[in-house]
């Protein structure tokens, strides 16, 4: 089996998410569409009809045994609470059976859901992409596919602003020009991917097998956690991410947080909300409560949000033992590591604003973290 490199696709009503998957099969890319896998499962003797009949009883199946759809928008058109049982069990459902599909394929795999970052399971993907483009061109696409104006703007609104997915993505694809656009698009995507891929499995032979001649090269296998060590060093690391974010966004000017450097790059405030939105999903790895970042006002409340959540991880960390020894390693090289990075894109973009920040001396930087 060959390297595999998994993808989770989404956007919101009439970004052109649809359109993206399409295009990426075209380019011979693998893609498994959440809402068909729920239609084959509405199926008779499907484990959705099971869950249906299970959740609704017999009033919400078909003569076949099937899933009735209008009997069972019936029952979750507006009973949230309905809907929410219903999609507490089919979310996990299609991530079980999308994890089936992915492990028996290669190369570029992409799951395609409308509602991914809100249904979990984004660790199950190399990268989130989200499409996006503005409301007033959303809106023209709705209406251009047949809904009535009205329909079109209370999807639209249903939906909200989209925050929750934008904080999940790892890469955003602005969908506001035409097809050719968005096809351009597509491929530098794929470029950047397939180049990333690459360079992975270079390093991966480079490296080799890290079990062969391991004792001959004195190497010895991962310690134990240590209780003390690798709990003062995550602190430390939090600490350090707090002091670097806080020199790339000291003394910025006021228009700063809106900054845009260009089509698909986040803006300093979505940066920043991002890095919450990791500090988020480092919480849920610490204390099994995963929590979910919505846009603030403002962004000072941007950045004063992610100092409280730092100080809530950190308190996590203090009296935090893991199951998995391993488990701070895969939080230094995941979440933290990827939290550094989007700091040092706040600090490049200062430059590109025409504000960059001081030179500083990192290593000899009072840095007090949690003990």
Do not use: C
Request: net charge negative; no cysteine; glycine share 10%.
């Amino acid at each position: 089996m060959g390297e595999r490199f998994v993808i989770g696709l989404t956007g919101g009503l009439a970004a052109g998410k649809s359109t993206v998957a399409r295009l990426l099969a075209e380019r011979g890319v693998q893609v498994v569409d959440a809402d068909r896998v729920v239609a084959e499962s509405y199926r008779p003797m499907g484990e959705g009809a099971a869950i249906v009949r299970r959740l609704f009883g017999d009033g919400a199946l078909d003569d076949e045994g099937g899933v009735d759809r209008q009997a069972l928008a019936a029952h979750i058109f507006e009973d949230r609470t309905a809907r929410a049982r219903l999609e507490a069990e089919i979310h996990p459902f299609v991530r079980r059976r999308f994890r089936q599909i992915a492990a028996q394929g290669d190369g570029l795999i992409v799951f395609e859901a409308t509602l991914l970052a809100e249904s979990g399971g984004l660790d199950d993907f190399d990268l989130i992409l989200s499409v996006e483009a503005n409301e007033a061109v959303r809106l023209e696409r709705a209406i251009a596919r047949g809904l009535s104006e009205d329909d079109a703007r209370a999807r639209l609104a249903a939906q909200g602003d989209g925050a929750q997915r934008r904080a999940a993505a790892d890469r955003i694809l602005t969908n506001d020009g035409d097809l050719s656009d968005l096809e351009a698009a597509v491929d530098r995507l794929l470029d950047d991917i397939h180049a990333e891929m690459r360079a992975s499995a270079s390093q991966e032979i480079a490296a080799g097998d890290p079990d062969d001649g391991a004792a001959a090269a004195g190497r010895t296998e991962p310690a134990d956690f240590d209780d003390t060590s690798d709990r003062r060093l995550l602190r430390h690391g939090l600490a350090t991410l707090a002091f670097r974010l806080e020199r790339a966004i000291e003394d910025a000017p006021d228009d700063f947080a809106t900054f845009a450097a260009g089509d698909g790059v986040r803006t300093p405030a979505e940066i920043v909300r991002h890095l919450s939105a990791l500090l988020g999903l480092l919480h849920g790895l610490l204390e099994e409560e995963r929590i979910w970042i919505e846009p603030m006002p403002t962004w000072a409340q941007e950045v004063e949000r992610f100092g409280e959540l730092l100080q809530r991880v950190d308190g996590a960390l203090a009296h935090w033992t893991p199951a998995d020894p391993k488990t701070a390693e895969r939080i230094l090289q995941g979440p933290l590591a990827d939290a550094f990075s989007h700091v040092g894109q706040l600090t490049m973009l200062r430059r590109l604003s025409g504000s960059p920040i001081d030179a500083a001396n990192y290593w000899k930087a009072d840095i007090r973290g949690g003990s």
